[in-house]
């Protein structure tokens, strides 16, 4: 069974830094592609982040380019997101997702992790 | 960068109609790359439709999806009472970035 478990949420101020962790079980970790997708209070989905299986291909979403740093550890089975320079528009429960690719029938997000809210609040 | 507006934003509705909900593209994007989410309240995601129109793994078939170009829809033939959620459609660009709309409520009338 796929797992995702995220951790390294919390309350931080303005301008602070939080460090997000996902490990993975139930797969071949360094097969896939993982990913972070956040959903501030009451809103939409927003894709964050993604990082390649060997770590060469990273993408990030333009609005937090800069600021936040994807990264993973395959020999833990982990992945990390490192935020920097947080603002209250960042609020958002954090989650890792992996996608399943249906080939030419195309592809999503089949596994979320239960997510880790990060508060940014002084 | 493809911006996707759902609409409504709440539907009301009584367990046993038949909801539709819309998904526009502000550009006209590959069917493969359209996916539907359903999300309850306190819970990640789930993936009901991927490719605009095929059924991902034990989603029932009241639920469908259609459409291409620039406009899709998720339709629920009979609602079922764990149907009220929010729906979110997705779509995921060649340069490896993904996008979803705001999402739609389906609330019970």
């Known amino acids: 069974e796929v797992q995702l478990v995220e951790s390294g949420g919390g309350l931080v101020k303005p301008g602070g830094s939080l460090r997000l962790s996902c490990v993975a079980s139930?797969?071949?970790?360094?097969?896939?592609?993982l990913h972070w997708v956040r959903q501030a209070p009451g809103k939409g989905l927003e894709w964050v982040s993604s990082?390649?299986?060997?770590?060469?291909?990273?993408y990030y979403a333009d609005s937090m380019k800069g600021r936040f740093t994807i990264s993973r550890d395959n020999t833990k089975n982990s992945v990390h997101l490192q935020l920097n320079s947080l603002r209250a528009e960042d609020t958002a429960v954090y989650y890792c997702?992996?996608?399943?690719?249906?080939?030419?029938?195309?592809?999503?997000?089949?596994?979320w992790g239960q997510g880790t809210l990060v508060t940014v609040s002084s | 960068e493809i911006v996707l507006t759902q609409f409504p934003g709440t539907l009301s509705m009584s367990p046993g109609e038949r909801a539709t909900l819309s998904c526009r593209a502000s550009?006209?994007?590959?069917?493969?790359?359209v996916a539907w989410y359903q999300q309850k309240a306190g819970q990640a995601p789930r993936l009901l439709i991927y490719?605009?129109?095929n059924r991902a793994v034990d989603i029932p078939d009241r639920f469908s999806g259609s459409g291409s170009g620039t406009d899709f829809t998720l339709t629920i033939t009979r609602l079922e009472p764990e149907d009220f959620a929010v729906y979110h459609c997705?779509?995921?660009?060649?340069?490896?970035?993904?996008?979803f709309g705001q999402g739609t409520k389906v609330e019970v009338k």
């Open positions: 990082i390649s299986s060997s770590s060469s291909y990273i």
């Open positions: 997705q779509h995921y660009d060649t340069s490896r970035r993904w996008t």
């Open positions: 139930g797969f071949i970790f360094n097969s896939y592609t």
């Open positions: 490719g605009a129109s």
């Open positions: 997702a992996r996608v399943e690719d249906y080939g030419d029938y195309g592809t999503g997000f089949y596994y």
């Open positions: 550009q006209s994007v590959r069917n493969r790359d």
